[in-house]
Structures are given as C-alpha cells and as structure tokens.
C-alpha cells in the first residue's frame, strides 16, 4: 500500500514537470501576454515546463507555458509537448496595466517590430501622436543606421569593433521607436529584458499600418548624378528582403545653393508661395522623408521633394549630398505617404 501511494506522488510530481522542444527562437515573458516585458530569450532547445494559463492570441492558439524560469512562453512555439491538460492550470494571470500617453513624436517615426531599422515598420506615426510607452531598451546593440546626423553602428561593421548608443522605446503596437523622433521621454521605464534579433515575424497587431496602394513603393534607381542635377528614372524594382543597413531615417544633408525656400507645399514649380523657412547655403537639414513630384506623363518629368525636421519643403536637388546619391538611401529612405498613423 505504502509503495502504491509512493509511486502515485512520485507520477504526480512528474505530471507538474513536462519538458518540449523550442523550434526557434522565442521570448519567455513574465506574463503571458506579448506586450510583457521579457525575462529571457530562449534559442532553439529545450525547456521544462510547470503549468499552462491563457493570454494573448498567438495563430488562434491562446495557450502560454509556465517554464521554470519563471516566465511565459507562447504554446506556439513549443515544438514537442503533450497536451497542456497533463500540466496543471496556473491560474488566471491578470493583465497588467499599461501606461497611457506618456510620450509623443517629435518627428515622423517608424515603429519597428525590434530595436533596429529593419526591412518594413510596423506603424508610421506622424508627429504629435501620443504614445503608451510600455518598456524601454537602451544601449541596443545592432545594425549601422544614421539617425539626425549621428551614426550608431553594432558590435562589429565593416571589419571593426564598434559601440553602439541606441536607446528604442516599446509601444502598445508591440513595436519600437527610435529616442531621436519622440520628444524627451521623463518617465523611469521598466527595462524591455533580453531581446533577439532573430526572433520571426509572428506577432502582428492589430493595428499594423496599411500602406496606401497610391503610395510608391522606391525612389527612382540610383545614378552617378552631379549635384543640382536631376537624374534620370529606371524602371528596375529592388527586393522587398531590405538588409537592415539599408533603412536611414532623418540623414543629414547641407544645401548647396546660396538661398533655399522651404515651402508648405512639395509642389516642385512653386518655390515661393507658402514659405516656411529659408535655408542659407551649406547649411545642414535633415529630412524625414520624401516624395516624387511627377509633372508629366514622360518618366523623367519628376521632381524628388524632401520633407525637412522644419515641416516644410525642399528640392532634393537643392542639396549637396542628395537622395541618389546612396543607394542604400535612395532604395529604402521612407515615403512620406507611408505615414498615416495618428494612433499609438
């Protein structure tokens, strides 16, 4: 009798204890809901787990883990598990909280599914738009990217060893934000925990932003062009798989002629109604995106307008260092018609 009941505490304390096998690489949370800051990142391997509990809707699979970690992972992304009625029930975790308006674009601003520029944002915020800033990730370390003239570059580029200074603030979007197109950010956030950079698109929000069709979708291909010259159209269409080196926001640029209107309009024949500011030659500006002025039915009729950190206008052939002159810039430099979101 005493080696029955043995056996049977014996099967229940296995019964609490089931391990799986991740099959890629996946964030454990400390509440299993994706907007939860992380406690750990788990690569492809195995894990032990406790308990199951419900939370946010991963591919119509509302099931988190109890790892003993102490954190939650998405059923989803456990590869080998039995099914969670043979681990006990953890309870009802409440959802936290989140915070509500506490920052605001300064700029144009795109919100990316990890702390680096990447290939397509999640949301484009125009400026002035409140923000529920969840977490913040400082000190990220990742890819080369220029931002209002200065450049943050990962642990290595091009055969170097670099220091990256990068801070990125989480939204309610399960997206980030970059510090230099929000406005100074005073409250003491809640570290975002370990990220990876190789963590899968999954995850989508609800309120992903939908890019209108109208909208182009590159700059005209790359020439060797002279400044104060414009160059000519190609019709070749690059890849959507954007490296993450190649996504620039707000560069530096100077102007390259003696006075140049900044106007309301980015109508690129009308440079003088509806003057906002008035650059004076060699002066730095810094756009935040661009457009194609088309003004004819001819390919090559277009003008490049860049939209500046003044709110105003001007010829991007106005500029000594233009748009097409990168290749990386000119491929992949935002359009300003992405930015449609008023919404955190």
């Given at each position: 009798?005493?080696?029955?009941?043995?056996?049977?505490?014996?099967?229940?304390?296995?019964?609490?204890?089931?391990?799986?096998?991740?099959?890629?690489?996946?964030?454990?949370?400390?509440?299993?809901?994706?907007?939860?800051?992380?406690?750990?990142?788990?690569?492809?391997?195995?894990?032990?787990?406790?308990?199951?509990?419900?939370?946010?809707?991963?591919?119509?699979?509302?099931?988190?883990?109890?790892?003993?970690?102490?954190?939650?992972?998405?059923?989803?992304?456990?590869?080998?598990?039995?099914?969670?009625?043979?681990?006990?029930?953890?309870?009802?975790?409440?959802?936290?909280?989140?915070?509500?308006?506490?920052?605001?674009?300064?700029?144009?601003?795109?919100?990316?599914?990890?702390?680096?520029?990447?290939?397509?944002?999640?949301?484009?915020?125009?400026?002035?738009?409140?923000?529920n800033l969840l977490c913040v990730a400082r000190n990220v370390t990742g890819y080369a990217h220029e931002v209002m003239g200065k450049t943050y570059v990962g642990?290595?580029?091009?055969?170097?060893?670099?220091?990256?200074?990068?801070?990125?603030?989480?939204?309610?979007?399960?997206?980030?934000?970059?510090?230099?197109?929000?406005?100074?950010?005073?409250?003491?956030?809640?570290?975002?925990?370990?990220?990876?950079?190789?963590?899968?698109?999954?995850?989508?929000?609800?309120?992903?932003?939908?890019?209108?069709?109208?909208?182009?979708?590159?700059?005209?291909?790359?020439?060797?062009?002279?400044?104060?010259?414009?160059?000519?159209?190609?019709?070749?269409?690059?890849?959507?798989?954007?490296?993450p080196l190649s996504r620039r926001f707000l560069y530096n640029t100077t102007i390259g002629e003696e006075y140049v209107n900044c106007t309301e309009t980015s109508?690129?024949?009308?440079?003088?109604?509806?003057?906002?500011?008035?650059?004076?030659?060699?002066?730095?500006?810094?756009?935040?995106?661009?457009?194609?002025?088309?003004?004819?039915?001819?390919?090559?009729?277009?003008?490049?307008?860049?939209?500046?950190?003044?709110?105003?206008?001007?010829?991007?052939?106005?500029?000594?260092?233009?748009?097409?002159?990168?290749?990386?810039?000119?491929?992949?430099?935002?359009?300003?018609?992405?930015?449609?979101?008023?919404?955190?």
């Open positions: 009798m005493l080696s029955l009941l043995i056996g049977f505490l014996l099967a229940a304390v296995g019964a609490a204890n089931l391990p799986g096998s991740i099959w890629e690489p996946t964030e454990c949370k400390t509440c299993p809901y994706s907007l939860c800051t992380n406690k750990k990142v788990y690569d492809r391997g195995n894990a032990i787990f406790t308990c199951w509990t419900s939370g946010t809707d991963i591919y119509t699979d509302t099931t988190w883990l109890k790892t003993t970690d102490n954190c939650y992972v998405a059923r989803y992304d456990v590869e080998e598990f039995a099914d969670p009625s043979e681990l006990p029930y953890c309870g009802r975790v409440q959802q936290p909280e989140w915070p509500k308006r506490n920052g605001r674009t300064r700029y144009y601003s795109e919100c990316y599914r990890m702390p680096y520029l990447q290939d397509r944002a999640r949301k484009y915020y125009k400026n002035n738009v409140d923000l642990s290595y580029f091009l055969g170097r060893k670099l220091t990256l200074h990068s801070t990125w603030y989480k939204t309610n979007s399960d997206c980030f934000v970059h510090e230099t197109g929000i406005w100074p950010v005073e409250d003491d956030l809640e570290d975002c925990g370990p990220l990876d950079t190789e963590l899968p698109e999954r995850i989508l929000p609800e309120t992903e932003t939908t890019i209108p069709t109208s909208a182009p979708t590159l700059f005209p291909t790359p020439t060797t062009v002279l400044p104060n010259t414009t160059p000519s159209r190609s019709a070749s269409v690059a890849s959507t798989d954007i490296h109508n690129s024949k009308d440079r003088v109604h509806g003057v906002r500011h008035v650059y004076e030659f060699d002066q730095p500006v810094f756009p935040q995106c661009g457009t194609v002025d088309q003004f004819g039915p001819h390919p090559d009729n277009y003008t490049i307008m860049l939209f500046t950190t003044d709110f105003c206008w001007i010829r991007d052939d106005e500029c000594w260092e233009q748009l097409l002159q990168s290749s990386l810039r000119s491929d992949h430099f935002p359009h300003c018609e992405s930015f449609t979101d008023t919404v955190s």
